[in-house]
């Protein structure tokens, strides 16, 4: 009987049971991709990660959703890094192979942090107006230049006004679908206010046709720090404040260095561990 062990690590946790929850198999070598999927729609978390060879890294991770697999996600790879440095016997530095790129990560203790690929940038179609609409929000609450950011997981950034118009985003499932579908016809929007070196956000999806919020997203805070970059801003320390409004508070580093790198990263805690037993 086949057995496959797993951890769950909580990514972006600054406390016990916070943080975005995640599952990653120790030993996928063996694994197909049908038995991937299923496992991560027996976990039904937002993403699970997998660990396999790689002969360009220390290993190769391959993340999927209960319903797809994905290029690359910030905070599954995070996690898997903490697993991967354990299984591995304490390296503070690695390569993560990922669909995407090839991921550089470092870590200071708990704290991990990754180099995030570079991102492509298109502006968007929608109006201001339709984008106030599609968050039941006041037309001055949205600010200009929202676009979709893609590092391998394409998202509308949406930069809004106040961290209090963040908060009282109402996302319609019919706008959402209309005006926020990136290029694989996923909706995927990233509201979001900075001030100073603190930024509040939200991250909004549809999983099934129903709206799903996200409490702490790895790969929009990267594509966040690339829509940073190409209006202007120079070298930046900041810390993103998400999940809040969902009860699962994350707490996100973002750095932009003098050479126009985009680093973010977080605390990655071990919640536990266990084993899936599957039939012969």
Same mark, same amino acid.
């Given at each position: 009987m086949p057995t496959y062990r797993y951890q769950i690590v909580n990514v972006f946790a600054?406390?016990?049971? #916070?943080?975005?929850?995640?599952?990653?198999?120790?030993?996928?070598?063996?694994?197909?991709?049908?038995?991937?999927?299923?496992?991560? *729609?027996?976990?039904? =978390?937002?993403?699970?990660?997998?660990?396999? /060879? #790689? %002969?360009?890294a220390a290993a190769r991770v391959r993340i999927f959703t209960p319903e797809r697999e994905m290029a690359f996600a910030g905070h599954p790879v995070l996690g898997s890094a903490a697993v991967i440095r354990a299984l591995l016997g304490g390296s503070d530095q690695m390569i993560v192979e990922t669909r995407a790129a090839l991921v550089p990560l470092f870590a200071r203790g708990d704290v991990w942090m990754l180099q995030t690929p570079?991102?492509? =940038?298109?502006?968007?179609?929608? #109006?201001?107006?339709? =984008?106030?609409?599609?968050l039941t929000l006041p037309l001055p609450e949205v600010l200009p230049h929202a676009a979709f950011v893609d590092n391998g997981n394409e998202q509308l950034m949406l930069p809004l006004a106040s961290a209090d118009a963040v908060a009282r985003c109402r996302p319609r499932v019919e706008l959402l679908q209309a005006l926020a579908a990136n290029r694989q016809g996923q909706p995927k929007v990233y509201?979001?206010?900075? %001030? @100073?070196?603190?930024?509040?956000? /939200?991250?909004?999806?549809?999983?099934?046709?129903?709206?799903?919020?996200?409490? @702490?997203t790895g790969s929009a805070a990267c594509n966040l720090g690339y829509w940073l970059l190409h209006h202007g801003q120079q070298a930046l320390k900041a810390v993103i404040?998400?999940?809040?409004?969902?009860?699962?508070?994350?707490?996100?580093?973002?750095?932009?260095?003098?050479? @126009? /790198?985009?680093?973010? @990263?977080?605390?990655?805690?071990? *919640?536990?561990?266990?084993?899936?037993?599957?039939?012969?």
């Open positions: 600054e406390a016990p049971l #916070s943080g975005n929850a995640l599952a990653v198999f120790e030993h996928a070598h063996d694994m197909g991709d049908e038995l991937m999927q299923a496992l991560a *729609q027996q976990m039904h =978390l937002s993403e699970t990660a997998f660990i396999l /060879r #790689s %002969d360009k570079r991102a492509l =940038l298109r502006p968007s179609e929608a #109006s201001r107006t339709e =984008l106030a609409q599609m509201a979001w206010h900075r %001030d @100073g070196e603190r930024i509040t956000a /939200r991250y909004f999806t549809l999983v099934n046709g129903n709206l799903h919020e996200d409490p @702490g404040a998400q999940g809040d409004q969902i009860s699962r508070a994350c707490r996100i580093a973002l750095d932009i260095d003098a050479d @126009g /790198r985009v680093f973010v @990263g977080g605390r990655v805690a071990r *919640q536990g561990a266990g084993e899936i037993n599957l039939p012969d």
